[in-house]
């Protein structure tokens, strides 16, 4: 069983289109994550939901927008896509507070924007 | 706050050789820190981690030593394969709520 599954792997589309990515843990955790991969391979944290509450919202343009419906699920929705969202997205679970465990994420989805 | 900085990239090692991979990191008390890895087209997995002062973390031949007397968590391994290939994330935990990675270290290892 994946413990952290994002859908789609792959998602192209067009300038000022609307999609959604979807992530689904079943690892029990309290917190669920999304992070931006650019193509350097830098790593940035987007957002950040704790058992359906919003705890960490980075400076992100307000065209994405973070959903969770159940501590298990954190969807993303992104608004009028530009060219430069054109990244990996990747989600990501743990506990809250677990400064230990580390993080469980998934396989990612790239998004590229034409 | 909490930062990493990262021996900056690519590296590229033949074979057999020996790897270090430099993180030194900034941080409020002694925080636990990571490495993680991401394998080609793959998301990020936990490679080893310590979680106090003079800890080692080990896993698969990897090995990373907690040193608060320089600030560092340098990732070694005696002897690297092609498997190895992959970039590498030194990462520490920023306050309770996130994890801060360094910027990577791509590895290329050479047959």
Not at chain 1, 80 to 87: Q, R, V
Request: proline share 4%; charged share 20%.
């Amino acid at each position: 069983d994946t413990a952290v599954s994002q859908t789609p792997k792959y998602l192209v589309t067009q300038m000022g289109n609307d999609k959604s990515i979807k992530c689904e843990q079943n690892l029990g955790h309290d917190t669920m994550y999304w992070y931006k991969q650019d193509s350097k391979k830098f790593l940035k944290i987007m957002f950040s939901y704790n058992n359906k509450e919003l705890i960490i919202n980075e400076t992100v343009p307000n065209r994405f927008s973070p959903k969770s419906p159940d501590k298990a699920h954190l969807n993303l929705h992104i608004n009028s896509l530009e060219l430069g969202d054109s990244a990996v997205y990747f989600c990501a679970s743990s506990h809250l507070n677990d400064r230990v465990g580390g993080y469980t994420f998934g396989s990612g989805t790239r998004l590229t924007v034409v | 706050g909490n930062s990493v900085t990262q021996m900056e990239g690519p590296v590229t090692l033949s074979e057999e050789a020996f790897l270090t991979i430099n993180c030194t990191y900034t941080a409020t008390g002694y925080p636990s820190l990571f490495w993680y890895v991401q394998y080609p087209g793959e998301g990020l997995q936990l490679l080893l981690k310590a979680t106090k002062a003079d800890d080692k973390g080990s896993n698969k031949g990897f090995e990373a030593t907690y040193r608060k007397e320089t600030t560092s968590f340098h990732l070694e391994k005696g002897s690297v394969q092609v498997s190895d290939s992959a970039v590498y994330f030194c990462a520490l935990p920023f306050g309770n709520e996130k994890l801060t990675f360094g910027t990577g270290t791509r590895l290329t290892i050479i047959p």
